[in-house]
């Protein structure tokens, strides 16, 4: 594609600071979050931080800066013998300076997990998709061209784009270069960030960006895609033919960055990501997990419906899982391949769902029949600590108490519940936390 100036932004719009709150990348493009999470903090920069009083007081944060710079002299070293030229080391790491805010971000947690109705509410808001609706209107002509190329519909990649930077309104106020190195620095996990900031320095060095452009949130997720410096490597696409693939600032880049990140990872152009569905009433909760694949038309034989209670759609060769994200009292979806691949992207069950959802909203189609309650009271995390260390009491491996409902802690949670005679519907809530104490204490 030729170089198309009016498709590229004017200006970067960046917020203060951004929040990505995934387990171990802060929901970056192309990092995992605990694979089967269904409660899960929003997991993209999309929101303001929590309010003081959600989250739980962490002890000021002291970075020694004549240890970092110690630090900071060997990096400067590798680079140089990776082959990064000597203008961009001293571009890119003169005058840096760690940042402990980056740290404290890092390590604060949340005290009150976010359900999935109230996840998915601010993620799939009526203005986020009155906005996304706009912007496929108005980038349709570039947007086909894109899909024409590598197979992506294009109400897809405008719903990554919402969820991702909210249409690139916050890209996050922190330097790339400077978050990483921090987050390197420290021990917690210096490895996977100083691999990360090499990447970036490579990424300077082949002049796709400038260091003063590369900015990104607080764990080094960059541009209007939020990709980490190794995902930009393995996916960024030149599309506009200046020489630069540029996801801060052209649009024909980040789409076609996109599109080619979901190639690369098998989606199916001419498939549905999934769609809402309704349950027979003897369900066997069982069957409800990722890890179980049928034909359509089996899951129709077992009494599978649309989510108005007609027919399910069977088409030859698909296959699809059934995902009950806020339990049994809440939705059930039906999800296809393009959902797994979608968390390639990003591995949050409730991440996924939002983006095949408000690409649907963007398609015009209503919202859920059976929404899923915003009034649900959440979980601390000390109640799912306490749900963890009760549930091996009682034998069923939850694992090191952590305060994540992650995928083992809901195996555990489905295993008790069907000892129990409950519906296993693998969901952490109160119910359970009362049944647990219930069974420990009788």
């Known amino acids: 594609m030729a170089k198309n100036k009016s498709q590229r932004f004017k200006s970067l719009k960046m917020a203060a600071s951004s929040l990505c709150l995934a387990s171990v990348v802060a929901g970056c493009a192309g990092k995992p979050e605990t694979a089967n999470a269904v409660i899960v903090p929003e997991p993209k920069p999309i929101a303001a931080p929590p309010a003081a009083s959600s989250v739980e007081p962490a002890a000021p944060v002291v970075i020694d800066r004549a240890d970092f710079m110690a630090w900071l002299e060997g990096v400067r070293r590798e680079a140089l013998a990776d082959g990064i030229s ?61 899909a024409a190329k590598y197979g992506v519909q294009p109400h ?38 100083r691999r990360e900031l090499m990447t970036a320095l490579h990424i300077l060095d082949q002049g796709h960006i400038a260091p003063q452009r590369m900015v990104g949130s607080w764990a080094g997720a960059m541009g209007n895609l939020q990709f980490m410096p190794s995902t930009f490597r393995a996916h960024a696409v030149d599309e506009d033919g200046d020489g630069h693939a540029d996801i801060w600032g052209s649009l024909p880049d980040t789409f076609a960055s996109a599109a080619k990140y979901l190639a690369d990872e098998g989606w199916k152009g001419d498939e549905s990501w999934g769609r809402e569905v309704q349950l027979p009433s003897n369900f066997d909760y069982m069957q409800a997990d990722l890890a179980v694949r049928k034909p359509l038309a089996d899951w129709a034989a077992l009494g599978v419906r649309n989510a108005q209670g007609g027919p399910l759609p069977v088409v030859a060769g698909m296959e699809g899982s059934i995902l009950v994200p806020a339990g049994a009292k809440g939705p059930a979806f039906i999800v296809y391949q393009n959902f797994r691949t979608t968390m390639v992207w990003n591995r949050s069950i409730s991440y996924a769902l939002a983006v095949g959802y408000l690409a649907d909203r963007l398609q015009g189609e209503p919202p859920l029949v059976h929404p899923p309650s915003t009034s649900e009271q959440p979980l601390r995390r000390a109640d799912v600590m306490e749900m963890q260390e009760r549930l091996n009491a009682l034998g069923f491996q939850a694992g090191t108490p952590d305060g994540l409902a992650g995928s083992r802690t809901r195996a555990a949670i489905r295993d008790f519940q069907q000892a129990r005679g409950l519906i296993p519907d693998a969901y952490p809530s109160q119910d359970v936390l009362i049944a647990l104490r219930q069974a420990e204490n009788g």
């Open 86 to 146: 000597p203008a961009t080391v001293n571009a890119a790491l003169s005058g840096l300076e760690p940042l402990p805010r980056v740290i404290e971000l890092d390590r604060k947690q949340p005290e009150f997990t976010r359900t999935f109705g109230t996840y998915l509410s601010g993620a799939v808001s009526e203005r986020r998709v009155r906005d996304g609706q706009a912007m496929l209107a108005q980038h349709r002509t570039l947007l086909n061209q894109i």
């Open 156 to 193: 897809y990649l405008v719903a990554f784009w919402g969820l991702e930077t909210n249409y690139g309104s916050n890209f996050g106020g922190f330097s790339v270069v400077e978050t990483l190195a921090t987050l390197a620095h420290d021990p917690r996990r210096s490895a996977f960030f």
